[in-house]
């Protein structure tokens, strides 16, 4: 059969899929992230039966989803929203670190992989997934929530930092020399230098760049800003997710409105795939012997994240069911730990970091996804106000 022919099946073959998995997902009442991983690893590598000519296909339909997932999510807040909530977040963000990348860290030095191996599972473990909780608050109707900017806080002063901490990480798995490592940390600090200020002091110049009502030149003009700069991020080893996430911060008024009514249908085409690429991705048969390794940290981390969340969340003044709210939110890990684990795995660090990031990843996004329905659950709601009233 010819390579066009067979894409063309596997896509729609799993696009009917989704659907059907997305139309039974809402019907029981929850989110549908569970199910596209699910429906990835069934036709992935390991799979029952392997879908081959697609992958590249959905690879890169996975990177366009995690970069429109937050491009929008830029575009609900301004740039004095953003900087206020960096400002408050800061000692929010050391908390974070220290919480998840210390169990990281020591889980495999534990499992004897050496201090190269500690730094990337550190890494692994302490940066949430800003492309599945992005999509999470939006299923959830939280986006306007108090303690949603909080949150987005805590996940960009991570992604931020990992515009620091990639290049420190490739210079040690690969062996380079300080000068070389310095130079690249300081090129991808610089990039992100640029972008900020270009997003918070000269906003409203980009938005200018984009005719409000006319729908098409807006929508290509947008799309194509968003991805050139997660592009140029992304090549000098900043996070190609922080660049599209300041461009929809630098982007206002009713350009912005506008654009994100358009961009929607493709954000969630797109994310959709990504979730499905993750399975996709993930050899299933080398996912069982690092379970339990993986099951200890996920429950580990789990837990700092929900410390990190209410902490932010306590910080901002937000109540204690928002505190809630904003710790569980924090547990799922995505595309930044794989990332991490591929370039520590890909350099020779410990084969088997690999499969464990894998199964970590996957855990903790089913899990999450169904912890952060429970503040929505009466029970749970009863029982912080009655705990709230005890401690009052």
Do not use: C
Not at 15 to 35: E, N
Not at 273 to 279: H, K, N, P, Q, S
Request: aromatic content about 8%.
């Amino acid at each position: 059969m010819h390579e066009t022919t067979l894409l063309l099946i596997e896509v729609g073959a799993l696009l009917l899929g989704m659907s059907l998995l997305g139309r039974i997902a809402l019907r029981i009442g929850i989110s549908p992230i569970p199910f596209y991983l699910v429906l990835g690893l069934a036709f992935g590598e390991g799979g029952i039966f392997p879908f081959d000519a697609s992958e590249e296909f959905f690879q890169t339909g996975a990177e366009i989803g995690v970069i429109l997932l937050l491009a929008l999510l830029g575009l609900e807040y301004t740039a004095d929203e953003l900087l206020g909530s960096l400002k408050s977040a800061r000692k929010a963000g050391i908390v974070d670190a220290l919480l998840n990348a210390i169990p990281g860290a020591l889980m495999a030095l534990v499992l004897g992989w050496g201090p190269v191996a500690a730094v990337a599972l550190a890494g692994v473990t302490w940066v949430s997934s800003s492309g599945v909780i992005a999509k999470l608050l939006r299923d959830l109707g939280r986006l306007s929530n108090r303690e949603t900017p909080g949150i987005l806080a805590v996940l960009v002063i991570e992604d931020l930092a990992m515009a620091f901490y990639l290049p420190v990480l490739s210079a040690i798995v690969v062996g380079v020399s300080l000068a070389q490592g310095a130079i690249s940390v300081a090129i991808a600090v610089a990039v992100v230098a640029l972008i900020l200020f270009v997003a918070l002091r000269h906003g409203h110049i980009v938005s200018r760049l984009f005719p409000a009502d006319d729908y098409e030149p807006l929508l290509l003009g947008v799309l194509g800003l968003t991805m050139l700069i997660a592009g140029l991020a992304a090549e000098v080893s900043v996070s190609a997710a922080v660049g599209a996430f300041l461009v929809g911060i630098a982007i206002s008024g009713r350009v912005a409105e506008n654009a994100g009514q358009l961009l929607t249908p493709l954000r969630d085409l797109f994310a959709a795939i990504f979730f499905v690429f993750f399975g996709l991705a993930t050899d299933s048969t080398g996912l069982l012997p690092m379970l339990v390794p993986a099951i200890v940290l996920a429950v580990i981390t789990i837990g700092t994240k929900l410390l990190t969340g209410m902490y932010a969340a306590r910080q901002a003044g937000v109540a204690t069911l928002g505190q809630w709210r904003a710790g569980l939110s924090l547990a799922p890990r995505g595309e930044f730990s794989i990332v991490i684990a591929g370039l520590a795995v890909g350099s020779g660090v410990a084969p088997q970091l690999a499969p464990l990031a894998t199964s970590y990843v996957l855990i903790t996004i089913i899990a999450g996804t169904f912890l952060a329905r429970l503040p929505d659950a009466a029970w749970f709601r009863r029982a912080v106000k009655r705990r709230a009233v005890r401690a009052g």
